[in-house]
């Protein structure tokens, strides 16, 4: 493998084009990180002044996939210290997000940044480049744009109230944050938000601020036409320093959401002078009788016309009159949407993209190391939907980034090493709990809503489901059985003792009022049982001889459930029935996982194994059973995998002593 030269030599481009094509196959060497580099594989984007490469980020401590934004020489060269502050800007802003752990999932995170002596044309040219997150939408759709699309093409509409109002929420979030630490954006578009995850684990992250301006930095592009025709306010238009602020960012996300609820733009113009007359006079498209709006919107004229109501408000000519933050629009929105008929439109567009999952099945694996085992030992962890993961382990909290561990906060919280559990309730929010029956929230703002039970002096172990709806928790009092407590509404039921186990090691939601709950019986054999919290009871299910149950996964949307032990022992829960299944070689399993497709996969120690369902029948054709496929086995890793993930691209999975391993299907 070439490296590109050290800074001392130029690298030599091809005479046919700017030398960025030339660098695939080649090394970027990080000038932050000692032992980084960046291993370029192809292009993915490219713009008229940047080009856009996917990369392997190398490291000391493992591998992952970037994106290398890279500036195109002959704009170094024509625009001189301009393109530098493009990349500085981008480098600025992103870096003050950078510094809460975790960041904000609602922005692309900065990984890197630096220059590259480059030559071409026979100049020699110092060209600068950032790293960024690799977002991977999978056949939903990276970008915004191509999410809505895909909705149309899948449902005949744009995104229904609740995907809806998932998105507002995470791009309000975002732009929150973004304008916390001081930085405008000032080229919010459809284009510009790339997104990652499905159902409720999806993600919209706010992309691509080389046009932002951070305050504090000189020199930001003043007097200079910046945003998009049909989603840049005015001021922006106009160039006009003194009006730009958060309110310019609130305009153009006030034309995003117009987008991703009709699939069509708010302001149809064709030049600046247009959309200051359109914005001016109050020409505004309204949502009604828009094609591709949602069916459970389209009826509901009070909903409709409150929301034109707040996308008018937030598009005014007058700045000081718009709502002046990303998260007061959202609250004008989001609460109607909530309001209408709660049927995701994925029930549709869900079945499609199972369908073309399924019509081009994965030949093989490609496997990654993401990070090498490190010293933490996890207890529990809890996924994001972009693949990050906030952790409980003998010393506190710990977040993985996706690239590298990082400590988290824990400033007040009662007794730091003593959680238990960490468990995902929304994007970039975490549920925190364990010792002295005390639980918390976690988010980049850090420990906030704590939480102790009175009277209870034992610790939660386990939690699943929603505190504000249905939720079961795990007591372990001292020198007694374990007791599952529930809330409902945020109110205690009744807690159920259970006397038949000796230990409790997961639980997991496999119907909207049913949880299986796994573990070891007071006879040292494997034992489960099926929790009704709201009929006050315990169902004990036929079990394996073996000696425990050790994780359980489930999707209650869909009513299934998974759960794996000892000797390769597997409980498949489906339509109301629980069978039983051997996982060949009969490894001891720790951990389990069900994806999008209801495809279930298990993990022990140095192996993962995925469950291929059944073919479908043919007519007067014997049923055939699923079969369990090993798809990574690598005997050198000592230490069982304790958590699985997965999304539309593969699986990512943790080991009890921080490594983390990824693979990524390769579509025959």
Same mark, same amino acid.
């Given at each position: 493998m070439q490296s590109v030269p050290p800074p001392?030599?130029?690298?030599?481009?091809?005479?046919?084009?700017?030398?960025?094509?030339?660098?695939?196959?080649?090394?970027?060497?990080?000038?932050?990180?000692?032992?980084?580099?960046? $291993?370029?594989?192809?292009?993915?984007?490219?713009?008229?002044?940047?080009?856009?490469?996917?990369?392997? $980020?190398?490291?000391?401590?493992?591998?992952? +996939?970037?994106?290398?934004?890279?500036?195109?020489?002959?704009?170094? $060269?024509?625009?001189?210290?301009?393109? /530098? =502050?493009?990349?500085?800007?981008?480098?600025?802003?992103?870096?003050?997000?950078?510094?809460?752990?975790?960041?904000?999932?609602?922005?692309?995170?900065?990984?890197?940044?630096?220059?590259?002596?480059?030559?071409?044309?026979?100049? /020699?040219?110092?060209?600068?480049?950032?790293?960024?997150?690799?977002?991977?939408?999978?056949?939903?759709?990276?970008?915004?744009t191509e999410r809505v699309t895909n909705a149309v093409r899948a449902t005949g509409y744009a995104f229904d109230p609740a995907r809806a109002a998932l998105a507002i929420e995470c791009l309000a979030a975002g732009l929150g944050a973004v304008h916390e630490v001081g930085v405008i954006h000032r080229d919010i578009k459809p284009s510009n938000v790339l997104c990652c995850g499905s159902d409720d684990d999806e993600i919209f992250k706010i992309a691509d601020f080389g046009v932002a301006k951070p305050t504090g930095l000189a020199g930001t592009f003043g007097g200079v036409v910046v945003g998009t025709l049909g989603y840049a306010a005015p001021e922006l238009e106009l160039a006009d320093p003194r009006a730009i602020g958060p309110s310019s960012d609130v305009f153009s996300l006030a034309a995003v959401i117009y987008?991703?609820?009709?699939?069509?733009?708010?302001?149809?113009?064709?030049?600046?002078?247009?959309?200051?007359?359109?914005?001016?006079?109050?020409?505004?498209?309204? +949502?009604?009788?828009?094609?591709?709006?949602?069916?459970? +919107?389209?009826?509901r004229k009070r909903t409709v016309s409150a929301i034109d109501y707040a996308l008018g408000c937030a598009t005014g000519a007058e700045v000081s009159k718009r709502p002046q933050t990303a998260d007061a629009l959202a609250s004008m929105i989001v609460p109607w949407l909530r309001d209408a008929v709660r049927v995701r439109g994925g029930s549709r567009h869900a079945a499609r993209v199972k369908g073309a999952e399924e019509a081009t099945p994965a030949s093989r694996f490609t496997w990654t190391v993401l990070q090498r085992p490190s010293n933490r030992v996890i207890r529990c962890v809890a996924w994001d939907g972009d693949g990050r993961a906030m952790a409980a382990t003998n010393t506190g909290l710990s977040f993985w980034n996706g690239t590298q561990w990082l400590d988290a906060s824990l400033a007040g919280f009662p007794n730091p090493t003593g959680i238990r559990f960490v468990r995902r309730v929304a994007a970039g929010r975490w549920l925190i709990g364990g010792d002295d029956a005390t639980v918390a929230t976690y988010t980049a703002e850090g420990i906030g809503d704590v939480r102790r039970?009175?009277?209870?002096?034992?610790?939660?172990? =386990?939690?699943?489901?929603?505190?504000?709806?249905?939720?079961?928790?795990?007591?372990?009092?001292?020198?007694?059985?374990?007791?599952? /407590?529930?809330?409902?509404?945020?109110?205690?039921?009744?807690?159920?003792?259970?006397?038949?186990f000796a230990n409790v090691a997961a639980l997991a939601r496999v119907e909207d009022a049913r949880w299986l709950v796994v573990g070891r019986g007071v006879d040292g054999r494997a034992h489960a049982c099926l929790y009704s919290p709201l009929e006050w009871l315990a169902t004990s299910l036929p079990s394996p001889d073996v000696r425990a149950f050790l994780d359980c996964a489930g999707r209650h949307e869909r009513g299934v459930g998974l759960c794996a032990g000892a000797g390769g022992a597997v409980l498949w829960w489906q339509q109301g029935q629980a069978t039983h299944e051997i996982v060949p070689g009969g490894d001891d399993l720790s951990s389990t996982a069900?994806?999008?497709?209801?495809?279930?996969?298990?993990?022990?120690?140095?192996?993962?194994? =995925?469950?291929?369902?059944?073919?479908?029948?043919?007519?007067?054709?014997?049923?055939?059973? /699923?079969?369990?496929?090993?798809?990574?086995?690598?005997?050198?890793?000592?230490?069982?995998?304790?958590? +699985?993930?997965?999304?539309?691209?593969?699986?990512?999975?943790?080991?009890?002593?921080?490594?983390?391993?990824?693979?990524?299907?390769? =579509?025959?």
């Amino acid at each position: 493998m070439q490296s590109v030269p050290p800074p001392s030599e130029a690298f030599e481009p091809p005479e046919d084009d700017d030398g960025l094509g030339a660098l695939v196959g080649h090394e970027i060497r990080s000038e932050l990180v000692p032992g980084a580099s960046y $291993r370029v594989l192809s292009i993915v984007g490219s713009g008229a002044s940047s080009v856009a490469l996917r990369a392997l $980020r190398v490291s000391p401590e493992g591998e992952c +996939l970037v994106v290398v934004k890279v500036m195109r020489p002959w704009f170094v $060269r024509q625009a001189g210290s301009v393109a /530098a =502050l493009t990349v500085k800007k981008e480098a600025v802003a992103l870096g003050r997000l950078n510094e809460r752990v975790p960041a904000t999932p609602f922005v692309v995170r900065l990984i890197d940044t630096g220059t590259l002596p480059v030559t071409a044309d026979g100049y /020699a040219v110092d060209v600068p480049w950032v790293v960024l997150e690799y977002v991977h939408g999978g056949l939903l759709g990276t970008t915004l744009t191509e999410r809505v699309t895909n909705a149309v093409r899948a449902t005949g509409y744009a995104f229904d109230p609740a995907r809806a109002a998932l998105a507002i929420e995470c791009l309000a979030a975002g732009l929150g944050a973004v304008h916390e630490v001081g930085v405008i954006h000032r080229d919010i578009k459809p284009s510009n938000v790339l997104c990652c995850g499905s159902d409720d684990d999806e993600i919209f992250k706010i992309a691509d601020f080389g046009v932002a301006k951070p305050t504090g930095l000189a020199g930001t592009f003043g007097g200079v036409v910046v945003g998009t025709l049909g989603y840049a306010a005015p001021e922006l238009e106009l160039a006009d320093p003194r009006a730009i602020g958060p309110s310019s960012d609130v305009f153009s996300l006030a034309a995003v959401i117009y987008f991703l609820l009709t699939g069509d733009r708010y302001f149809r113009v064709k030049s600046p002078g247009e959309l200051i007359v359109a914005v001016a006079t109050g020409q505004k498209r309204s +949502l009604e009788g828009r094609r591709w709006l949602s069916p459970h +919107l389209r009826d509901r004229k009070r909903t409709v016309s409150a929301i034109d109501y707040a996308l008018g408000c937030a598009t005014g000519a007058e700045v000081s009159k718009r709502p002046q933050t990303a998260d007061a629009l959202a609250s004008m929105i989001v609460p109607w949407l909530r309001d209408a008929v709660r049927v995701r439109g994925g029930s549709r567009h869900a079945a499609r993209v199972k369908g073309a999952e399924e019509a081009t099945p994965a030949s093989r694996f490609t496997w990654t190391v993401l990070q090498r085992p490190s010293n933490r030992v996890i207890r529990c962890v809890a996924w994001d939907g972009d693949g990050r993961a906030m952790a409980a382990t003998n010393t506190g909290l710990s977040f993985w980034n996706g690239t590298q561990w990082l400590d988290a906060s824990l400033a007040g919280f009662p007794n730091p090493t003593g959680i238990r559990f960490v468990r995902r309730v929304a994007a970039g929010r975490w549920l925190i709990g364990g010792d002295d029956a005390t639980v918390a929230t976690y988010t980049a703002e850090g420990i906030g809503d704590v939480r102790r039970t009175p009277g209870l002096e034992h610790r939660f172990d =386990l939690l699943s489901g929603a505190l504000d709806d249905l939720a079961v928790l795990v007591e372990v009092p001292t020198g007694a059985p374990p007791v599952l /407590a529930t809330l409902s509404s945020r109110r205690w039921l009744r807690p159920l003792p259970l006397p038949t186990f000796a230990n409790v090691a997961a639980l997991a939601r496999v119907e909207d009022a049913r949880w299986l709950v796994v573990g070891r019986g007071v006879d040292g054999r494997a034992h489960a049982c099926l929790y009704s919290p709201l009929e006050w009871l315990a169902t004990s299910l036929p079990s394996p001889d073996v000696r425990a149950f050790l994780d359980c996964a489930g999707r209650h949307e869909r009513g299934v459930g998974l759960c794996a032990g000892a000797g390769g022992a597997v409980l498949w829960w489906q339509q109301g029935q629980a069978t039983h299944e051997i996982v060949p070689g009969g490894d001891d399993l720790s951990s389990t996982a069900i994806d999008s497709i209801e495809r279930g996969w298990v993990g022990g120690r140095g192996r993962i194994w =995925l469950r291929r369902p059944p073919p479908r029948m043919v007519l007067g054709a014997p049923a055939q059973p /699923a079969r369990w496929e090993r798809v990574w086995d690598d005997p050198s890793w000592a230490a069982p995998i304790v958590s +699985l993930w997965t999304d539309q691209r593969g699986v990512v999975a943790m080991t009890a002593d921080g490594g983390v391993i990824e693979g990524r299907a390769e =579509l025959r």
